[in-house]
């Protein structure tokens, strides 16, 4: 809404953009890949992430960010824009207690390693 505000591009863009986000467990993962007749798991595993922050800085975490949505938000706003929201976006992290004080971080790394079925 910071940038609509500015004039960037207009509200309207903003209420039809429409980001859902499901956190999976890593039992519900392992459930959707055991239906799949394409590939077979090779090893499932929850790696020992305590202390051991997965993304570091703010910086990391709005990068990871940017990597996997720049297309989708570049499709339904404009190129133009999309440096200066990763920009504001990682000035937010940065000034949320929740995003800048790492023992909050809960997040688990999931390495999956997976076999093509023939």
């Known amino acids: ?3 609509a505000k500015k004039g960037r591009f207009n509200e309207a863009k903003v209420d039809s953009f429409n980001l859902p986000f499901y956190f999976i467990t890593p039992e519900q993962l392992k459930a959707i890949l055991e239906r799949s007749h394409n ?3 090779e090893r499932l595993e929850i790696l020992n992430n305590l202390g051991k922050h997965t993304l570091p ?3 990391a975490r709005a990068a ?3 990597a996997v949505y720049e297309e989708l938000l570049t499709n339904h ?3 133009e824009i999309i440096d200066e929201l990763f920009h504001m ?3 937010k992290l940065a000034a949320s207690p929740v995003f800048s004080n790492w023992n909050n971080d809960k997040s688990i790394v999931i390495l999956v390693v997976l076999q093509r079925s023939y």
Request: charged share 20%.
């Open 1 to 3: 809404m910071d940038m």
């Open 39 to 41: 590939i077979t798991i």
């Open 64 to 66: 990871c960010f940017r």
């Open 57 to 59: 800085t703010v910086e």
């Open 77 to 79: 706003f404009r190129s």
């Open 89 to 91: 976006y990682t000035q």
